[in-house]
């Protein structure tokens, strides 16, 4: 299960979408099952649209922390069942910043 801003456009009611199947992960990508996060500020930023490449739909919360549950390929610094913490940071991922 997942909270997420509704789709329809920003500072709409969240909604939990109990079917939220969780992708399998890509390569060099970790899935993590989150066992808790902070809710911040920077999620009211994001409710009301103000990060002007924000897409929708958008799952709130970016200081998480949890466990490791599945790898994709080339991801061989983690193995499943390590405890891991998320660090958030803004990617457009087309500008020459990002790329690098």
Known sequence: MRV?????GFDKPLRVDADGAARQPG???VLIRVEACGVCY???IDRAGRIPYMQLPVVPGHEAVGRVVALGTGA???R???R???MHRDCCGH???CKT
Do not use: I, W
Not at 4 to 8: A, K, N, S
């Open 42 to 44: 920077r999620d009211l």
């Open 95 to 97: 500008c020459s910043a």
């Open 80 to 82: 499943v069942g390590d």
């Open 76 to 78: 061989s610094d983690f």
């Open 4 to 8: 997420v801003l509704d789709q329809t």
């Open 84 to 86: 891991v913490a998320t």
């Open 27 to 29: 390569p060099n990508e």
